[in-house]
């Protein structure tokens, strides 16, 4: 089967939502989900968005996956980098090379865009997508653990 990737637009926010929620289903946290059509829209296509999304779809117009990322900055190269937040792939096309058809995506954009990096994060249980970033040659970086504050404790935290 052959696909193409196109830039995702404010239309598309229904089939990024379905996507969100699916990833967020197979990584056994749906309940977290608190996106909706309107804040995609918004968050992805508002002005001063930083972010972009791009969709991969079959031929004939079906979704068939997507990405979506944001640039984030390196002070050592005093270059941007590209940070992918979400990859995903349905079900139904999984196996046949969507998710290394959209890396590679952005992996031509960070270069068109000047950008010294290309990163992400995985979930350590997710084998079948390390298998992916390992056959492409990316290497996880062990010696970064990652940090969050979000939620009341991202508001207690502001508040002194």
């Known amino acids: ?7 995702a637009s404010v239309d598309d926010a229904a089939v ?24 995609i829209a918004a968050s992805l296509f ?9 969709i991969c779809e079959t031929e004939d117009g079906e979704p068939a996956g997507s990405a979506v990322w ?14 992918l937040e979400d990859l995903y792939v349905t079900p139904d096309h999984r196996g046949a090379g969507v998710g290394k ?14 950008c010294a990096r290309f990163e992400w ?8 997508a390390i298998r992916v970033y390992d056959a492409i040659g990316a290497e996880p970086k062990p ?12 508001r207690q935290f502001a508040a002194g």
């Open 1 to 7: 089967m052959a696909y193409r990737i196109r830039p």
């Open 16 to 39: 990024i939502l379905r996507f969100i929620r699916e990833l967020a289903d197979y990584e056994k946290a749906l309940h977290e989900v608190a996106a909706t059509e309107e804040s």
């Open 46 to 54: 508002g002005e001063g968005s930083v972010s972009r999304a791009a």
């Open 70 to 83: 944001f640039k984030t900055y390196s002070t050592w190269q005093a270059k941007n980098g590209l940070y």
């Open 101 to 114: 058809l959209l890396l590679r995506h952005l992996a031509r954009t960070a270069l068109d865009e000047g």
């Open 121 to 128: 994060s995985v979930l350590d249980w997710n084998t079948p």
């Open 143 to 154: 010696e970064w653990v990652r940090y969050r504050l979000d939620g009341e404790k991202l």
